[in-house]
């Protein structure tokens, strides 16, 4: 098994992930070490060489490093995969993450196969499975000029290819669209967290949108961590993040189908407000 990220250069937060890494005697391969990264299509066509020398069938853990950090070692992981017996499982999480505005996701979201709430939508930090399946998938959106979260989804969502997520969290767990959720999503027990809405014990947590208080909140939680600390410059989005996902955990656990209603409902408004007046003056 191989274990794989991109870390253009070293980083406070990417010595977490790494010494979380080492913690679990987990080695891992780095690409993009000196290179400038001019967007997701330098990750997409570094992987591709990445996966080009490998046997096509040698399982592949892909995940971000500046974002994450491991809570289990290669065994855990290789279990709970080979348990789902699928040729590649994204981690996943509660918002669909896609270029384009609000009605131009409409498409993908009516198409894309979705999870168990609330983790539903595919997140592209982390996955796992056979190197010649991912490659093909990799070389398949190489020049879709969106990012690579963007290009899966609009793939699976076209394609009727089968989706695979790890909506129970049992090895990727993904804070995106959840930013401030984090007592509520999660519990500490022996240097592990535990998903309380699946019950299930994540092996890589990853903090989307670098939600670094949260991510925060749940590394001072484990031992082996508790001296590291991620920056914390964006609290203030952090406590407007935190009242909004929790009004939408409460209604639909939905980013997307909440803020389109959102949206919708202001148009609406508009018309009718427009219909209103033109009706007073030309009525």
Not at 168 to 182: D, H, Q, V, Y
Request: proline fraction near 2%.
């Amino acid at each position: 098994m191989k274990f794989v990220t991109i870390s253009t250069h070293r980083t406070p937060n990417f010595e977490i992930f790494e010494q979380s890494a080492k913690y679990h005697d987990i080695s891992f391969d780095i690409l993009g070490e000196g290179q400038r990264y001019t967007g997701h299509a330098c990750k997409t066509s570094w992987l591709i060489d990445y996966l080009a020398d490998l046997d096509s069938g040698e399982i592949v853990l892909y995940t971000d490093s500046y974002d994450a950090f491991f809570l289990a070692g290669e065994d855990e992981i290789l279990r709970k995969y080979q348990k789902r017996n699928v040729p590649l499982l994204f981690s996943a999480e509660q918002n669909l993450n896609q270029d384009g505005g609000m009605f131009q996701k409409w498409s993908v979201y009516q198409g894309l196969q979705k999870g168990v709430k609330p983790y539903q939508y595919l997140n592209a930090g982390g996955y796992i499975g056979r190197a010649g399946y991912i490659r093909k998938l990799l070389e398949k959106t190489l020049d879709w000029e969106v990012s690579d979260q963007s290009s899966f989804n609009t793939y699976f969502a076209q394609s009727g290819e089968a989706l695979h997520l790890d909506d129970e969290n049992e090895i990727f767990s993904c804070t995106a669209g959840r930013t401030g959720l984090e007592t509520w999503d999660y519990r500490a027990k022996n240097d592990r967290l535990v998903n309380k809405h699946t019950g299930a014990k994540p092996c890589i947590i990853h903090f989307a949108a670098k939600n670094f208080r949260g991510a925060n909140i749940l590394l001072s939680q484990i031992s082996y961590l508790q001296e590291r600390r991620y920056d914390e410059r964006e609290q203030p989005q952090y406590n407007w993040y935190k009242f909004k996902n929790r009004l939408i955990d409460l209604s639909c656990q939905d980013n997307y189908l909440f803020h389109l209603t959102i949206h919708s409902s202001a148009v609406l408004a508009a018309i009718i407000v427009l219909c209103y007046f033109l009706l007073q003056q030309f009525g």
